[in-house]
């Protein structure tokens, strides 16, 4: 059972940076990586992902050129840079982690953009 724990959220001003930690409890090496967000009201959407080796991520069209995702498999840790964030991009951020047979997920940790 892999568990994932996300640090790093909290306020943010508009027209500011933040960046969402994920650490795993075992090796992320077999899993692709993904960041979702859940705003009040809303369901759950994907934002960014990143294959096993970190040499291809994809980017919502809508965060494209603000988040950028990044893994490190050495320390089991997979990153989540968000620049010129926006009141919109208020949410609760989740990892996951997927394969084939299993799928986890972190327990999410709250964002909020406001000035």
């Known amino acids: 059972q892999l568990q994932l724990v996300e640090s790093g959220g909290g306020l ?10 994920c650490a795993a409890s075992g090796s992320i090496l077999p899993y692709y990586i993904g960041w979702f967000r859940q705003a009040s009201g809303s369901e759950r959407e994907s934002i960014a992902c990143i294959s096993k080796s970190g040499g291809t991520t994809t980017v919502a069209s809508s965060e494209k050129g ?8 050495a320390k089991n840790t997979v990153a989540l ?11 609760v ?7 084939v ?10 964002v909020t953009v406001s000035s």
């Open 12 to 21: 943010a001003q508009p027209g500011g940076s933040l960046r969402l930690s």
């Open 93 to 99: 951020y989740y990892c996951n982690a997927h394969e």
């Open 66 to 73: 603000r988040f950028t995702i990044s893994r490190d498999n």
């Open 81 to 91: 840079q968000m620049n010129s964030v926006a009141p919109d991009d208020t949410a």
């Open 101 to 110: 047979d299993h799928d986890y997920w972190g327990q999410g940790i709250q």
